[in-house]
């Protein structure tokens, strides 16, 4: 189980620096469309059309990667002072809940997708984007996000089953102060605070 999960974290680090890719190109994209303006008076078009489904597209492919790196935001306030054998039923309670809602959103996007092909639908745009294509990127996004959070929400429960509570935390447990410190200056600090 470990192993598909290790996968699974490369292929959504592959998949963020691909969508960081497409925000950067939405971004030269959107800078030559302003000098082309203010200099020339000219105008790429759709500059605006595309950057926006590059947004959408590359946020939804980019919620995996930040899932496996726990950078989604989680309140805790209580989580850090209530004890210790709490704190997993919390996690799986968290991880849960963001199943649930994220299952209910790719419902509802699924719909939206399905509507735009029944009904051909295009942007109302010079480009005439046909809209199931971003949007069927953007659902994609979304359903891989859902499948990470139910492989994590399994690993959770089956190692918490087996007694090792710290895989389990480490892949579910909200970051200590220590390992956000560790991760963000490279350096190992110790229970006592040194380094």
């Given amino acids: ?12 680090q592959w ?9 950067f190109a939405a971004a030269i994209m959107i800078a030559i469309e302003v000098v082309l303006r203010k200099a020339f008076a ?15 597209i590359s946020c939804t492919w980019g919620f995996s990667y930040a899932l496996f ?9 209580v989580y850090s002072r209530i004890p210790t054998t709490v704190r997993p039923f919390l996690d799986i309670l968290a991880y849960g809940l963001l199943a649930f ?3 209910t959103l790719c419902y509802f996007g699924f719909l939206v997708v399905k509507t735009s092909v029944v009904r051909h639908s295009v942007a109302n745009t010079p480009l005439a984007t046909p809209m199931w294509i971003p949007q069927s990127l953007w659902l994609l996004g979304l359903v891989w ?3 990470m959070i139910v492989a994590i929400l399994i ?12 895989l389990a935390s480490e892949f579910s447990a ?14 190992k600090v110790t229970s006592d605070g040194t380094r």
């Fill in 101 to 103: 809602y994220i299952v």
């Fill in 1 to 12: 189980m470990i192993r598909l999960l290790r996968a699974s974290e490369k292929i959504s």
């Fill in 69 to 77: 790196k726990k950078a989604h935001i989680r309140i805790d306030v």
């Fill in 15 to 23: 998949v963020a620096w691909c969508s960081g890719l497409l925000l």
């Fill in 42 to 56: 000219v105008s790429m078009g759709g500059a605006d059309e595309l950057s926006s489904y590059a947004l959408a």
């Fill in 145 to 147: 996000f859902c499948m």
């Fill in 155 to 166: 690993a959770t429960i089956y190692y918490r089953l087996r007694n090792n509570h710290q």
């Fill in 174 to 187: 909200i970051s200590t102060l220590d390992e956000e410190i560790e991760e963000t200056a490279d350096v």
